[in-house]
């Protein structure tokens, strides 16, 4: 299977930073899969992530999305894949379904196939009877949910995740996983990070596990929990190799 | 355009729901048109249409002192207070009086005022005389320290000064030569005629005749038109107004980046420039309504206020680009302290000051004319400063659009370097931050 990312010994410092964020990492994501990237606070996930979609130039090292350069070709590549940002990336004064209408303008879509693509996945993501209230006034989970469906409306092959369930409920968060699924199921190539790991072991076809900018290690759950001394769970192998201290 | 539009639709429905900031978008430009133009309107009158009273200590009591009197109680700004309780006014009292703040002005005509300038008429009567061969009448070595004086309450303005001077110098001027030409109507005179009442009605004559009256440049004009409070601080105050769209464009794009919306428009390929069009075009239409509801108070709200109805010229459509043009200089200023500032408390203080700084500049305050040279040249750089000379072109001196043109281009070109300069900070601030 062909690679959707390929990251080769990625480097990035920022500026004042005390110690590098990505420090020669190497990344592999083939095409179709569920790749859960892991690592504790400051590991570089999300450095990574805004490698891969053009907002952040690294200093060294090469990122490419189905073959196509994350910076020369970041425009192109934008077509191709959905961010959805850790942060509720949306206007809170605009109901869900205005949002949803100009996001969709702005990929130049017709009025039809916004509305048809914005009502399927308000459907499935159980926000159909909301489309007409202002996102500032819905909870934690329905902004989650909208923020995933505004990222899709371009309906992209690869789609980044970071830490979408962060602060949601248990309903919200089972809905949001089942969903992913389901999408990955239609052969969308899927990134997705998170500090649950019970969430990673269970959507996630392989995990990356990174640590201050480096590779540590990679491989399906259930392989890495076998493969690891005294591991039950996925948690037990993220800690056995980057240690119980806490981070900054 | 389809982007551009569904922006401008997504600004509309943002401003729509905030009431309160839609209100004040319209509602604070509408009330500092009305207070500006009622509290200007005041010193614009002032000694054209004011009557105040003038103190006057009258130690001649003579001619002189009496043709001053008869001048200032002629004029109809001057109403002469020369006696209080039925006491003529001392200078000491008159002094007192303007000390106590009651009093704005105050003269005094000292002793010998009349012997001195008849002194003086009969010096330069007598040296005429001498070389036609005429008579000679009384005169000895003139006085150099003989004054009308005058006294201030120290609050008066300069300009107050000044005017009252100039009157008070019409009037002895006046009494100077009626009294010298009586002097030497007098040395050619046979015994017992009266040169005064022979003589009086004609120097009047001739003295209005050679007097000023101010004619408009346009022979369509009116000049009581322009001297208006409303003709001069309508536009100025409009354009100052507009100005202050910056601080919710600013506020917009801060709230944006704030809740992380302007991250999803950086996600999509080629939005952000799109996005920035609608948003610019988006606020020079609701600038340009702004413009609009301001000369429509001064067309029909100012006029139920004792205000004069604000004249558009003779060109009123003019108006139309030139309002548009500075609407996209406001706008544009407005992006530009959005992109460039990261939090409202930076933006806000400096769009606020910065719009008042560039209005001072430009002339909106003060007329230009009365700044130092340096000022003059600097306000060429303050788009208020064009954008109120082009209005002035159109509704004071009634010119049309091929007179402001060039004005036009100066506010294109202000606001098409502000928009680069933008999109410049915009650009490298979005790689080299990260």
Known sequence: ?248 | MKKILATIQKEWILLRRDVAGFMLLFLMPAVLIIVMAMVQDAPFKDYQELRFDLLLADNDHSRLADEIKFGLKQSKNFHVVDSIEGKPLTEKKLMALLKGGKYRVGIVIPQGATAEVINAANTVANRISEKIGMGKLPAREMRDSMYVRMYFDPVSKPTFRMSISFALDKYITYSCSNLLVSRLGKLGMSQGENIDTVQSDEFKRIFQGIGIKEEPLNDKGEISKFISSVQHNVPAWAIFGMFFIVIPIAGNMLREREERSALRIQLIPHAQNYVALGKIFFYTLICSAQFAVMCAIGLWVLPHLGLSALYLGLHPLALIPIALCIALSATAYGYLVGIVFKTATQATPFGAISVVIMSAMGGIWVPLDLLPGVMQNLAKVSPLHWGLDAINHIILRNGSFSNVIPHLIALILFSTILLLISLYVSRKRTHSVQ
Not at chain 1, 195 to 217: N, T, Y
Not at chain 1, 232 to 239: G, I, N, S, T, Y
């Open chain 1, 1 to 248: 299977m062909a690679h959707a990312i390929e990251i080769t010994n990625l480097h990035k410092t920022y500026k004042g930073g005390w110690s590098p964020a990505l420090d020669g990492l190497n990344v592999h994501v083939r095409e179709g899969q569920v790749m859960g990237l892991l690592g504790p606070n400051g590991a570089g996930k999300s450095t990574t992530i805004n490698i891969l979609c053009g907002l952040v130039k690294p200093d060294n090292g090469k990122a490419t999305i189905f073959g196509k350069d994350c910076i020369a070709e970041t425009l192109t590549l934008r077509k191709m894949i959905g961010v959805v940002p850790q942060q509720i990336a949306m206007f809170s004064n605009l109901t869900a379904w205005e949002n949803f209408r100009y996001i969709g303008s702005l990929y130049g879509l017709t009025d039809k196939q916004t509305k048809d693509r914005a009502h399927d996945l308000l459907v499935r993501l159980g926000l159909d009877k909301h489309a007409d209230k202002r996102i500032n006034r819905y909870s934690g989970g329905m902004k989650r949910r909208a923020n995933i469906i505004a990222s899709l409306l371009h309906q992209p092959s690869l789609i980044i995740l970071d830490e979408p369930t962060a602060g949601v409920d248990v309903q919200s968060r089972a809905m949001i996983l089942d969903f992913l699924k389901e999408y990955n199921q239609q052969g969308k190539t899927i990134v997705y990070t998170s500090h649950l790991m019970e969430e990673a072991e269970q959507i996630c076809d392989e995990v990356v596990i990174i640590d201050e900018g480096k590779f540590i290690v990679s491989g399906a759950p259930l392989e890495l929990i076998k493969n690891t001394t005294d591991c039950k769970k996925l948690e037990d192998v993220f800690l056995h190799y980057t240690g119980h201290s806490v981070r900054d």
